[in-house]
């Protein structure tokens, strides 16, 4: 390649040269004609010959007019590059402009929507205290006898407002996250109780769905460095995501386990329907549903990983999935372990 650059002449570089000398009025149309002609039966033979060459050697051109003209063309292709290059330099520009300006605009309306989310959120709080109020108020007959049918329905209705609350608290959370405001308050934690509590938190919707949840660990793992509270949401979260896109018959379980002097690691393992390799990604994008059509079978705000992986993030560690379509999911993160 490079051997070929360098038996490059300029006239070469040069398109149309013909019609360029036709037009100065160095040659007339025929004269170009004929020398075209010339030009290939010499090609014809094997070996290269330039038109110029030709048109020297009919005597239709001098080689000091060929040189000047050359030189012509080589200067006006530069002139023409470099205006090209300038053009092509402010298109970057106003192209880089307009960029900037849409990802500001973007980071504008993500802020504008994080704190609709926290307004609106802290606005249903209020309500739905005074609903949970009297709620139990009414199953614990405070204001009166109530039948078994009605106890029955405010039942109902104390669960689902029990899961709005919950719904209402993780777009707080969401909120916060998106805004930077979500603090870590790490301490030591016993991450045993902290698993121990979660699976109680969701025993009942396990056995609803008829799917076995277990719990691996040793007797003495250590404590950790962790936000009690935000872990334990993380758990319950993974616990409850497991749960639900498992098949009744199938199982969950959460393992502890050592990795190394100072790692506990955590993993919420299911036998679900898993999550396609393509689609990995999008199982963390807020509001985001693998099945989003209106006829979905699994509810939720699609937030649960997103702030998973936030939390965990925040406490400079790193969540990992691991997932086969149609055999099941493996949710695992380390957390420094503190020993005496």
Do not use: C
């Not at 160095?26 to 020398?35: C, E, H, V």
């Not at 060929?66 to 012509?72: A, G, P, S």
């Not at 909120?175 to 030591?188: D, F, P, Q, T, V």
């Amino acid at each position: 390649m490079e051997k070929n650059l360098l038996n490059l002449s300029p006239e070469m570089l040069i398109p149309r040269m013909g019609e360029y000398i036709v037009q100065k009025g160095l040659i007339s149309d025929d004269d170009l004609q004929k020398a075209l002609a010339y030009q290939q039966e010499r090609t014809s033979e094997g070996k290269r010959y330039l038109l110029g060459q030709a048109l020297i050697d009919m005597n239709l051109l001098d080689r000091a007019t060929l040189d000047q003209v050359v030189t012509e063309q080589l200067i006006q292709l530069r002139s023409a590059l470099q205006a090209a290059n300038r053009n092509l330099d402010q298109r970057v520009k106003d192209r880089t402009a307009e960029l900037n300006k849409a990802l500001n605009r973007l980071s504008e309306l993500s802020q504008m929507k994080a704190n609709f989310v926290a307004n609106i959120s802290h606005e249903l709080r209020t309500p739905l205290t005074h609903v949970k109020g009297y709620l139990e108020l009414l199953i614990t007959e405070s204001l009166g006898d109530i039948s078994d049918d009605q106890r029955q329905a405010l039942q109902v209705s104390q669960r689902a407002a029990t899961r709005l609350e919950g719904l209402i608290g993780d777009l707080i959370m969401f909120s916060l996250a998106s805004r930077g405001e979500m603090s870590m308050k790490l301490e030591l934690v016993d991450i045993r109780q902290l698993v121990s509590l979660a699976v109680k938190s969701v025993l009942n919707k396990a056995e609803e769905r008829s799917v076995q949840l277990s719990v691996s660990a040793l007797e003495n793992i250590p404590v950790v460095q962790a936000d009690p509270e935000k872990i334990g949401w993380v758990m319950k979260q993974l616990l409850d995501n497991g749960i639900k896109f498992t098949p009744s018959g199938g199982s969950v379980v959460i393992n502890l386990k050592e990795e190394g002097d100072n790692l506990i690691l955590v993993s919420v393992t299911d036998t679900g329907i898993g999550i396609p390799s393509g689609r990995m990604k999008e199982i963390f994008e807020p509001f985001h549903q693998l099945d989003g059509s209106s006829t979905r079978h699994f509810g939720g705000t699609g937030l649960g990983l997103s702030l998973v992986r936030q939390i965990i993030e925040a406490h400079g560690s790193l969540l990992d999935v691991q997932s086969v379509e149609g055999k099941g999911s493996t949710f695992k993160f380390p957390l420094l372990a503190v020993r005496d």
